[in-house]
């Protein structure tokens, strides 16, 4: 017999921040063609400690943003997806505080809206097209 368990409370956010952060991403990837390759997810979450320790080797570490928009001019935009209650890591925040003494712009984002308001802005600050 199935029985329905519920997902713990972590998980469930998690799989909020992914369907929004897949959602605003497939409507930009349609909406925009221009845009595309200029705006990427990176994947630092793994499935099993097996694939986890090998991601590491490889250089995937802790905190890093969800996304990456390569925006006009040489700029690079990190973009951290968050539900309404989402939270930080401690390793995010440091990541978030590497970027922003290097001179990166950091943003955290917990709607479509609110991302396509970031990728506007930073077309609108280039005069281009929108």
């Excluded at 605003?24 to 349609?30: E, P, S």
């Excluded at 845009?35 to 990427?40: D, V």
């Excluded at 943003?107 to 929108?130: Q, T, W």
Aim: glycine share 8%; hydrophobic share 40%.
């Amino acid at each position: 017999m199935f029985k329905f368990v519920a997902p713990s409370k972590q998980a469930a956010t998690f799989m909020s921040e992914v369907a929004t952060q897949a959602k605003a991403f497939q409507n930009l990837w349609n909406a925009r063609p221009d845009l595309r390759g200029r705006i990427f997810a990176i994947n630092n979450n793994s499935i099993n400690g097996i694939k986890g320790a090998m991601n590491k080797a490889m250089g995937v570490i802790a905190g890093v943003a969800d996304m990456c928009y390569l925006k006009p001019e040489g700029k690079t935009c990190w973009i951290e997806w968050k539900t309404d209650i989402g939270k930080q890591s401690p390793q995010q925040i440091t990541f978030e505080k590497l970027c922003r003494s290097l001179g990166h712009e950091y943003h955290i984002v917990r709607s479509e809206a609110e991302f396509i308001k970031i990728i506007n802005d930073g077309l609108d600050n280039r005069g281009e097209d929108n």
